[in-house]
């Protein structure tokens, strides 16, 4: 599970930097290590910053070495200290969208890094028209195949038809993967 935006703020703010790659949670870990004494896993702090698809709830345990990053004893210090309207403890699951279960016609509004959104609609068995590109290197009437799209995840699509032509594969989002991600319709 992902951590909430406020308690993502927090921490990034006590690192120095935003935590947008995976690998920024490396630096992370050796942080929380050097300034706490104990060593969170790589693989669980991926999971918090929804670099990770597996929806797995972080242990108390896990939390409240994140509480002690940040000064406090633990996360119900934290949560005591900061109050509720801090909102440092709810999760959110990693958004994603089962492509399969998508009706035709249905739309997807995506964003991602730097500055860059599409709105698709998608015509079945994967395949989306492009309706509108924004900052991007697709274009409307575009055709794209895709098979799962997730927060924080790439745009991988296996086959760009343009025109009638097929163009191969397509990968972007690679600056932290999609930002947004959004059902219309």
């Not at 210090?77 to 016609?105: K, N, P, Q, Y």
Request: with cysteine.
């Amino acid at each position: 599970m992902a951590l909430s935006k406020e308690l993502r703020k927090r921490i990034e703010a006590k690192l120095g930097r935003e935590i947008k790659y995976s690998s920024d949670c490396d630096m992370l870990a050796m942080a929380i290590e050097v300034e706490v004494g104990e060593r969170l896993g790589l693989t669980t702090l991926k999971r918090m910053f929804g670099f990770t698809i597996e929806d797995v709830t972080p242990r108390g345990a896990t939390l409240d070495v994140l509480a002690r990053f940040l000064g406090y004893a633990d996360m119900a210090d934290m949560e005591r200290r900061l109050g509720e309207a801090a909102d440092i403890s709810a999760f959110a699951a990693v958004e994603s969208v089962d492509v399969r279960s998508l009706g035709a016609g249905r739309r997807v509004r995506l964003e991602y890094r730097p500055d860059r959104r599409l709105l698709l609609r998608h015509e079945g068995d994967g395949w989306f028209e492009v309706l509108e590109s924004v900052n991007g290197k697709l274009l409307a009437g575009d055709r794209v195949r895709i098979s799962v799209l997730a927060l924080g995840f790439e745009l991988l699509a296996s086959d760009v038809e343009r025109g009638g032509s097929r163009l191969g594969q397509y990968h972007s989002a690679k600056d932290g993967g999609l930002t947004s991600l959004e059902l219309l319709d």
